[in-house]
């Protein structure tokens, strides 16, 4: 599932740098699959998601820029190809603006909302002695609630909504945690700790949660929560962190948080003296969570009802594809590769 290829001075883009290897990251082709909307389309996207964040949040330039980076059209376009534009709207929104929010209230560690956030998504009434963290005072969690409006329009449950509210909050809480990592204020005990942690982080429950949108079908809460497939979703947290985290490498060393990332961790707390040999090590496992996501998805499926399992087939294909995409996304938003550009990252990453 991975391979190192040769040195070269050139990057994907042509441009010269000081690149010494490109590394191709594969995916089965099940996994992957292209979405119709055009370029105009995806720009479209872009800057509608710029303007709204702008609108609905007190965001500085710098904000704003950052989002632009991000290049929100064609990361929601290649994580959800099955989306058609209203829907990629509504999940770019989402998407963009959770990111956003943890680049600067929880990375930050100076949101307070973190205790609200689930109600606002939900849409649930606050209490008397919540006003100064309500919907209509604190703009952080307006836009929350928003968010979750506009998936009721596209038609999801409630029981969905408060899904996305719980993970929020659930999510939130670890990533804080993980913020106490990068300012060292606490270490892991060993690299199986770290990578535990940052999957929990990389949010896999949150990033394909639209994928029940997309697909159109719902899982059902005994489903949803069951143990098993609470392990599919890890397995498919190890496919997303070990990508980001290999292709983020040189903005989380420019941004001095290399403390969560994942091959920086390796290295550290198994004593790798050679970068490429950490390389490998996190391809590997990145390739044994594709195999093994699929063989918990087959077992899940013959589990099932012909009905379910029929339902449960086309998201765990959306997984997939979400999957796959955010790695492409990865690649190409300039959040990442500007530091391939700039030679700070010293690898280029290709999809196979």
Known sequence: MRRIGESHATSDWGKVTAVRERIEICYPGHWVAHSPLTAGHRKEISKEIVAWIAEHTPSTPEVLDDVRDMDPGNGTASAYPKADHRQASTIAKYLFYWLSWDDTNIETATGSELNHVEKAIVGEPFADQEPAEGVGRNPYLASWWLIGEEFTALGASPQWRKRLGSFQA??????????????????????????????????????????????GYEIPEEVYYSRIHQDLLHRLGRVLA????????????????????????????????????SILALMELFGQAVEEFDDIASTILGRCSPEVAEGLSVVFDHYRFAAAGFTKWYIEAPRYNQYVHSGEQPWSFFMG
């Open 170 to 215: 659930w999510w939130a809480r670890r990533a804080a945690r993980e913020a106490q990592v990068i300012q060292g204020r606490e270490t892991y005990q060993d690299f199986s700790a770290a990578l535990k942690h940052r999957v929990k982080t990389i949010g896999p429950g949150g990033n394909v949660l639209p994928a029940e949108i997309t697909a």
């Open 242 to 277: 070990l990508p980001n985290d290999l292709i983020g490498y040189g903005k989380d060393m420019a941004e001095g948080q290399l403390g969560s990332n994942l091959l920086w961790q390796h290295q550290n707390l198994c004593r790798t003296q050679d970068v490429d040999a």
